[in-house]
């Protein structure tokens, strides 16, 4: 006779049932990663307290913090959770304030979290700067997407193949198809490539037309943005010059979003390189992994035709910081590849932090460090805990009178590592 038990009660390991996706949810208690069971959508709550997130409620009023629990914070309440920002909010006050986010793989929705948290406070952002990841969260935001339907949009990624194309779990699968192709067939520049560069073009228009209706121009969005990319040139003038390009209103004002977002996020030998205008830019994580520069470089071109205000740059990080990677990332070559240009793209913050960061000058930097964990491109059940623990990691880190403690930490390592004198 065959079993007539469920399914679920003959598997001998059913504790490593892990979900597929964010809306798969875990029902065992004996199971071991019982917190990836994290709501799908911002208006389910979670009930379960023992969870190690249950606090973080997207609640049934997304526009208000929570507290542990998952109660809403209101009236006198929500004035003494704001209180705690005080001292931040007081010395962004008379500036102009711009966002600058980075690179960071699938740590994408930790900026969503971050940019949740400064709409809480009533921050006014003036620029949004974004390269590779930060350019998918920054464009989408500054193309009018509310922090809750961001958290929607993260939270609905159901597979890698959502971002990435078919079979994205399957790196070492998609490599020898695709070499076989450049090989047998021959293969364009923009053809090239692990994973599908398209594909994440689809899944940002996709999102722009459910949110907007539409896939607008850089010129035509609602917060000025600038996505940074390198230029490689036309690929048949070996004598062109590569250099970083900032693409935005004022440099490419008729270029589509989607497009200056995908270029931005082009790693080289994972994704292939973008084509716009005849030229091929790739992941702009390779000159700028912060674009801290960028945006002090343009404050102060303003400032030599105009009377602007002294400028405060918040910062978002999502890079290694140091960190050495794990072994399942050693084991992977895309992981790998990412976390190198992740060590790259921190010695530059290093430089760009010492030159930007001189209050006395009129120019500061709030650098903010979100991410408390890794994912790689293939473990989307960690998004809902991601968009969690960044929550809490930002409100720690701007809470209070040292909201400048993770730049003053970082510029004395900086200085420390590069050999650098204050000065």
């Known amino acids: 006779m065959s079993d007539r038990r469920p399914k679920d009660e003959r598997r001998p390991q059913d504790w490593f049932s892990l979900p597929r996706g964010p809306k798969d949810l875990l029902r065992s208690a004996k199971r071991q990663y019982d917190w990836t069971s994290l709501p799908r959508r911002p208006q389910d709550l979670i009930r379960n307290a023992e969870r190690p997130f249950d606090w973080f409620s997207l609640a049934s009023q997304p526009q208000d913090p929570v507290e542990e629990g998952g109660e809403t914070l209101s009236g006198a309440d929500l004035g003494a959770w704001r209180a705690r920002f005080r001292p931040f909010l007081d010395y962004i006050q008379t500036r102009e304030v711009v966002l600058v986010l980075s690179g960071g793989g699938m740590l994408l929705p930790c900026h969503v979290s971050v940019i949740h948290v400064l709409e809480l406070l009533g921050v006014d952002i003036s620029k949004v700067y974004g390269t590779s990841a930060g350019a998918i969260i920054g464009g989408l935001h500054a193309a009018g997407l509310t922090t809750t339907q961001l958290q929607e949009l993260m939270l609905d990624i159901e597979t890698p193949d959502d971002l990435f194309g078919v079979a994205a779990r399957y790196p070492e699968l998609r490599f020898v198809t695709n070499e076989l192709r450049r090989t047998l067939l021959g293969v364009s520049p923009e053809e090239s490539g692990v994973y599908d560069l398209g594909q994440v073009e689809r899944f940002v228009s996709q999102a722009l037309i ?46 589509r979003l989607s497009d200056a977002i995908s270029a931005s996020m082009a790693i080289p030998g994972i994704f292939p390189p973008k084509l716009i205008g005849g030229r091929y830019y790739v992941d702009g994580a390779v ?131 590069l050999g650098i004198k204050r000065g």
């Open 287 to 417: 000159v700028e992994q912060l674009p801290i520069m960028t945006a002090l470089e343009e404050w102060q071109a303003n400032r030599r035709r105009f009377r602007t205000r002294p400028l405060v740059i918040i910062a978002v990080d999502l890079g290694v910081a140091g960190n050495a990677p794990s072994r399942d990332k050693l084991r992977n070559p895309v992981d790998l590849v990412i976390h190198t240009y992740e060590i790259q793209g921190r010695i530059i913050t290093q430089h760009s932090l010492i030159r930007a960061h001189r209050p006395r000058r009129g120019t500061s930097v709030v650098l903010i460090r979100p991410a408390t964990l890794e994912i790689d491109l293939r473990e989307i059940e960690k998004i809902p805990r991601a968009l969690c623990s960044a929550y809490e990691e930002t409100v720690r880190q701007l809470s209070g009178s040292d909201f400048l403690d993770t730049t003053l930490t970082e510029l004395r390592s900086a200085r420390q590592e």
């Open 210 to 255: 459910k949110y907007t209706g539409r896939v607008p121009r850089l010129s035509e969005l609602a917060v000025d943005f600038s996505s940074i990319a390198l230029d490689m040139g036309t690929g048949g003038d070996s004598d062109e010059c590569i250099e970083k390009a900032v693409l935005s209103k004022r440099t490419a004002p008729d270029q």
